[in-house]
């Protein structure tokens, strides 16, 4: 009678389930490198399930996390695959020992209590004789105290409680619409799966890369010029200075594409 499988025979190495992703997303070695700033060769040489680049466990925990959030999979739960498949993390180190080093380290010189004795006679006899010379200073102290008015609460402070700030403000479609004209705004909005999303400003600066996931918008400005990079072009509902781009690509499809402020020219 033969026997199943279990899940953890059946699922792919490390990097084999990176590099599976990432041509799932469309995506070159060379981008990924842009993107995570790993090195090609190294994304390579993972993507291998070839560790030996990476300089050391620690690093290549770090790269496979790195290149993990790039490609939309769960980094800790591949780094706990690595953990396996390469014999685990360090142990760490016994309690006994800790405490051993602790204990060896807490044996300081014992205080000389006649010092700290004088020391603690020569505050008092100090504070007692600042209390004679100033006489009665303490309660003219507490008078002016509760002689100084308060500070009046400056006009209009509780009428309006403060505005919160979002770190990705969401506006509708309609505040899109009233996008200053001095900008170029682009709305994304992944309408149908996953897509992989890459940004920059017109210095050529990344300014956002990661998945967009199915249901979630994205809003970006710039002064002169947004690149674009759309991993699945076709899923993407998107809106450039309040007007919506009628066919950014096909499903699937990666597309790059460059919006400036007067752009899209028809709607």
């Known amino acids: 009678m033969s026997i ?24 070159t070695v060379e981008e990924i490198s842009t993107s995570t700033r790993v090195r ?24 496979i996390r790195t290149l993990a959030r790039a490609v939309g999979l769960d980094g800790d739960a591949l780094v706990a695959q690595y953990d396996e498949e390469h014999g685990g993390r360090p142990e760490p180190t016994p309690p006994a020992t800790l405490f051993e080093a602790e204990r ?19 505050v008092v006899i100090g504070f007692v004789g600042f209390t004679l010379v100033s006489g009665g200073g303490g309660d003219s102290g507490k008078q002016a105290a509760e002689e100084a008015p308060s500070p009046a609460p400056s006009k209009g402070a509780s009428d309006k409680p403060s505005p919160s700030r979002t770190s990705d403000p969401k506006p509708s479609e309609s505040a899109i619409a009233g996008a200053p004209a001095d900008k170029v705004t682009v709305r994304m909005t992944a309408e149908k799966g996953n897509s992989w999303v ?42 450039v200075n309040g007007k919506q781009v009628k066919h950014a690509g096909e499903v699937g499809q990666v597309q790059r594409l460059s919006y400036t402020r007067g752009d899209p020219e028809a709607g």
């Open 4 to 27: 199943g499988n279990s899940p953890e025979e059946d699922r792919p190495p490390v990097g084999r389930a990176l590099q599976q992703a990432r041509i799932d997303a469309r995506l």
């Open 40 to 63: 090609a060769p190294i994304v390579q040489a993972i993507e291998q399930d070839d560790y030996s680049r990476c300089g050391g466990d620690v690093y290549a925990r770090g790269h």
């Open 104 to 122: 060896i380290r807490a044996e300081p010189r014992r205080p000389n209590w006649t010092a700290a004795m004088v020391a603690a006679i020569v």
């Open 198 to 239: 890459s940004a920059k400003d017109h210095n050529g600066r990344l300014v956002h890369e990661g998945v967009l996931k199915e249901g979630r918008s994205k809003t970006l400005t710039d002064d002169k010029r947004l690149d674009l990079v759309l991993g699945n072009a076709g899923g993407v509902k998107l809106y």
